[in-house]
C-alpha cells in the first residue's frame, strides 16, 4: 500500500508595484487587502506540522512492517529540506530584524 507524498506548496509571488502597494495600504501604512506576512508564516509552520505527523505516521507503519520503506524515506528527506528552509528562513528575518532595529534615523 503506497502513500502518496503530497509535493512541496510553493511559494505565493510578490510583485506589486508602488501605485498598486500604495493603494493596499491604510492611513497607518498597515496593509489592508491580501494576506499578510504572520498569516503566511502561520501556513507555512502548519504546513510544516503537518508534513512532520504524516512521516510520523508513515514511520510507524514501516515500524509495524505495513508501510512502504521507499515512500518512508523520500517523505523523511522531505521534512529535513522543509525544516532546514524553515530554520533559515527564521535566522534570515531574524538577522533583517536586528539590522533594521540598529539602524540610526
Do not use: Y
Not at 515512500?71 to 534570515?92: P, R, S
Amino acid at each position: 500500500m503506497a502513500i502518496a507524498i503530497p509535493p512541496i506548496p510553493s511559494l505565493p509571488t510578490i510583485a506589486q508595484t508602488p501605485e498598486s502597494a500604495a493603494a493596499s495600504t491604510g492611513a497607518n501604512g498597515a496593509s489592508v487587502s491580501g494576506t499578510d506576512f504572520l498569516s503566511q508564516l502561520g501556513q507555512a509552520i502548519d504546513g510544516l506540522q503537518r508534513s512532520q505527523a504524516a512521516s510520523n505516521v508513515q514511520a510507524n507503519a514501516v515500524a509495524d512492517g505495513t508501510g512502504n520503506i521507499t515512500d518512508f524515506m523520500v517523505g523523511a528527506e522531505q521534512v529535513n529540506l522543509q525544516t532546514q528552509l524553515t530554520d533559515t528562513l527564521a535566522q534570515k528575518a531574524t538577522a533583517a530584524f536586528n539590522l533594521i532595529m540598529s539602524m540610526q534615523i
